[in-house]
C-alpha cells in the first residue's frame, strides 16, 4: 500500500485554478476584444462551471484588475527588463491577475504565482514557453511588494484614462479629479432596494446591512442569489445614487409614468412599487430580458416595450417621464471599470446628440403640469448640466423644478446651485461612497 501523498493537490485546488483561469480569460475578453465586462464574465463563469463562491471570487480579481489596470500595467513594466514578449497576450493578462492579486489582495504570494505559472505551462504554442518569466515576475512581486505599492502613492490618476482625465481637471479641478481617481480604488457596495420599505428593519439585520440616508440598505458584494429575500421577490440590486430619480416624482399612485430607456429595470421597479402605471421603452430585446425577469421575480407589473425611445409615443396620454438617457457612464467607473477601457471622447459626443433627441421628444410627450425626470450616470458636463441648460434655453415651457435636500436623505452636498442632483463617487466615502450620477427635474409651464 502506497503512503498517502500530502502534496496531492486538493479538489479546491483544482477549483481556484478555475476560477484564476477564468479571470485571465475574461480580462482578455475585455481589454482586448472590448466585450462588455458583465457578458464577457456570465457566459465565460458558465463555460467553466464555477459555482457561486468561485464566481463571487473571479469577479472580485477581474473587477480590480480592471479598476486598477492602469497601476498594474505601469508595475508590470517595472518588474520587465525587457517588456513583453510579442503577442503574449495570456501571459500579460496572467501576469495582471497575479499581480492583482499579490498586491492588492490577501492572497498568498506562492499560491497566486503557482497557479498563473501552471496556467501559461499547460498553454499550447509557444506562450507556454514564458512560464519562467510570469514566475520570476510574481515571485519578485511578491519580494517588493511595499516598494511597489509605495511607487504609487503619489500617482493616484495613474487609473484614469488620459483622456478622461483632462476632461474632469477641466470640469472639476485637479484636487476633486484626485479623489475621484481615489474613489475608483475602493471595491463597490452591493446596494438593495426594498419593495416594501415596512420591512426595512428587519431585511437590514437580516442582510447585515446598513440602512443609508433614503431608505437603502447597503452591504458588501456577496452572490446576491444567495440572499434571504432574492427568491421571495422583496428586493433588488440598485446603487444607491441610480434610486433618487424615481424618487422625485409627486404622487403617481395610479399615474402613467413612461420609463424611457428603461433596461435593466431598477427604475421601473420602483415605480411600479408606488403603484404607477408603468410604461418600459427600450430598444434592447436583452436588457429587458432581466427587466422581464426581475418583474416576475418581484411581482411587480409594467408594460415593456420594445422600441427606440427617441420616437416612441405610448398609445395612451402619460403623466409623467423619466428619462433614463443613454451616457458614458463614467459615473460607474468603480461598478464598471471596462467603461474606461471602451468609452472615448468621441462616444461622448455621439451619445450627447443622442441624449437630445430623445429628451426633446420626450418632452413633447409631457403635459402642461407633468414633470420629466432627466438622468444620466455620467459625471460628464455634456451630458449633464450642459445638455439641460441647453434645452431650458431653446424650450420656453420647459422649466426646472428645484430638488431639495430633504427629496436625497438631506444629503446637501449633491444639490447644485441650480437645484439638480449631482452624485460624485467620491461622497459618503464614509458609509462606501456612490456612483456618479446627474438629475434633473423638469415640468412643463
Same mark, same amino acid.
Given at each position: ?32 476584444? &472590448? ?16 459555482d ?21 500595467n ?7 527588463e ?36 501552471e496556467?501559461?505551462? &499547460? ?25 511597489l ?64 440616508p ?37 404622487d ?43 418583474l416576475?421575480?418581484?411581482?411587480? &407589473? ?39 477601457l ?32 432627466y ?34 436623505? &438631506? ?7 441650480e ?25 412643463k409651464?
Amino acid at each position: 500500500m502506497k503512503p498517502e501523498n500530502k502534496n496531492k493537490p486538493k479538489p479546491k485546488m483544482a477549483t481556484g485554478m478555475a476560477a484564476r483561469e477564468t479571470a485571465v480569460r475574461v480580462l482578455m475578453a475585455v481589454t482586448l476584444k &472590448n466585450r462588455p465586462l458583465d457578458l464577457a464574465f456570465d457566459d465565460m463563469a458558465s463555460d467553466a462551471g464555477l459555482d457561486s463562491r468561485d464566481r463571487a471570487f473571479t469577479m472580485h480579481i477581474v473587477m480590480l484588475s480592471l479598476r486598477r489596470y492602469g497601476s498594474l500595467n505601469y508595475l508590470m513594466e517595472k518588474l520587465l527588463e525587457r517588456g513583453l514578449p510579442k503577442n503574449a497576450t495570456w501571459t500579460k493578462a496572467a501576469i495582471i491577475i497575479g499581480l492583482a492579486q499579490i498586491l492588492f489582495m490577501r492572497t498568498a504570494d506562492f499560491a497566486s504565482a503557482h497557479q498563473m505559472v501552471e496556467l501559461i505551462k &499547460n498553454l499550447p504554442g509557444k506562450e507556454s514557453g514564458f512560464k519562467g518569466l510570469v514566475n520570476a515576475i510574481l515571485r519578485r512581486a511578491g519580494r517588493e511588494k511595499e516598494t511597489l505599492l509605495q511607487s504609487l502613492v503619489n500617482q493616484p490618476l495613474i487609473d484614469i484614462p488620459i483622456w478622461l482625465r483632462s476632461r474632469w481637471v477641466t470640469a472639476y479641478g485637479e484636487e476633486i479629479t484626485k479623489k475621484l481617481a481615489m474613489a475608483l480604488q475602493s471595491e463597490p457596495m452591493l446596494d438593495i432596494s426594498l419593495q416594501n420599505t415596512a420591512i426595512q428593519s428587519e431585511y437590514a439585520d437580516k442582510l447585515e446591512a446598513q440602512v443609508l440616508p433614503t431608505g437603502v440598505l447597503r452591504r458588501s458584494f456577496t452572490d446576491i442569489k444567495a440572499l434571504e429575500g432574492y427568491d421571495k421577490g422583496d428586493w433588488w440590486i440598485q446603487d444607491f445614487s441610480a434610486s433618487l430619480p424615481a424618487k422625485l416624482f409627486p404622487d403617481i399612485k395610479g399615474k402613467h409614468v413612461l420609463d424611457m430607456c428603461s433596461a435593466p429595470g431598477g427604475k421601473t421597479l420602483q415605480l411600479a412599487s408606488k403603484q404607477a402605471d408603468v410604461t418600459a421603452v427600450d430598444r434592447s430585446q436583452n436588457r429587458l430580458k432581466r427587466l422581464k425577469d426581475n418583474l416576475s421575480r418581484t411581482g411587480l &407589473n409594467a408594460q415593456v416595450i420594445t422600441a427606440d425611445a427617441s420616437n416612441f409615443t405610448p398609445s395612451k396620454p402619460v403623466d409623467h417621464i423619466l428619462v433614463d438617457a443613454p451616457c458614458s457612464a463614467t459615473g460607474t467607473f468603480r461598478r464598471n471599470p471596462d467603461v474606461m477601457l471602451h468609452k472615448t471622447a468621441y462616444d461622448i459626443e455621439k451619445l450627447t446628440n443622442l441624449q437630445q433627441r430623445i429628451l426633446e421628444h420626450a418632452f413633447t410627450l409631457l403635459p402642461v403640469g407633468g414633470t420629466l425626470i432627466y438622468c444620466v450616470c455620467s459625471i460628464e458636463p455634456d451630458e449633464g448640466v450642459s445638455q439641460i441648460t441647453h434645452f431650458i434655453d431653446k424650450t420656453p415651457t420647459a422649466e426646472r423644478a428645484p430638488v431639495t435636500p430633504d427629496e436625497v436623505g &438631506n444629503i446637501e452636498e449633491i444639490i447644485t446651485s441650480e437645484g439638480d442632483v449631482l452624485c460624485l463617487p467620491h461622497y459618503l466615502t464614509d458609509q462606501g461612497g456612490m456612483d456618479g450620477f446627474y438629475i434633473s427635474r423638469l415640468i412643463k409651464k
